[in-house]
């Protein structure tokens, strides 16, 4: 079984930041499918929904950012996937607004969602989808992040979520490096 993982911080106060776009993306794939979230299992919010036939677990941690592996670690374990079988999506600074990138494995780039996850794996050798969120470098990091996004960045961030979940449709269906060489 394959999971994809939106990365954000639970609660209303976050819900349209920049931080939680992982959330978002995760909301606007599983709406198009006509599925919500409706289950929940220890520090997560888990859906199920098939894809071309295939049944993919799509999970939001509800602990926040910086202990996302907690969960996430748990229902790997609980459903015995590989790691090439995860997808987390994760917003980023270092990407210009409304860029998406897909990647077979690499570094937590600073984000300390990433970060929790591959501490908890034990390694970052996973699939990850980064949206860029742009940085104004004028304000403190923390509050860029957990800022919301303003009317003139809105168009760009909509594109990029219907960006993202073609490419979590192109991953399910044709894999990490083809999903690579479509998205990138």
């Given at each position: 079984m394959k999971i994809v993982i939106g990365l954000g911080n639970p609660g209303t106060k976050?819900?349209?930041?920049?931080?939680?776009?992982?959330?978002?993306?995760?909301?606007?794939?599983?709406?198009?499918?006509?599925?919500?979230?409706?289950?929940?299992?220890?520090?997560?919010?888990?859906?199920?929904?098939?894809?071309?036939?295939?049944?993919i677990l799509f999970v939001k941690?509800?602990?926040?950012?910086n202990l996302s592996g907690v969960p996430t670690k748990?229902?790997?374990?609980?459903?015995?996937?590989?790691?090439?079988?995860?997808?987390?999506?994760?917003d980023d600074i270092n990407l210009p607004l409304g860029r998406i990138r897909i990647r077979e494995k690499g570094s937590c780039g600073g984000h300390?969602?990433?970060?929790?996850?591959?501490?908890?794996l034990k390694t970052t050798q996973f699939p990850r989808l980064r949206i860029g969120i742009g940085n104004s470098f004028s304000e403190d990091t923390k509050d860029f992040v957990l800022a919301r996004f303003?009317?003139?960045?809105?168009?760009?961030?909509?594109?990029?979520?219907?960006?993202?979940?073609?490419?979590?449709?192109?991953w399910i269906t044709t894999g990490i490096s083809n999903c690579m060489s479509m998205v990138n």
């Open positions: 976050y819900t349209k930041t920049r931080h939680n776009v992982g959330f978002m993306i995760i909301d606007r794939f599983l709406k198009g499918c006509n599925v919500s979230f409706t289950k929940k299992y220890r520090d997560a919010i888990i859906s199920k929904c098939l894809v071309e036939g295939e049944e941690p509800q602990l926040f950012m748990k229902i790997v374990e609980k459903h015995g996937c590989n790691l090439n079988e995860i997808l987390v999506i994760l300390n969602g990433l970060k929790s996850i591959s501490d908890h303003t009317r003139e960045e809105n168009d760009a961030i909509q594109d990029a979520l219907d960006k993202a979940c073609k490419a979590i449709n192109y």
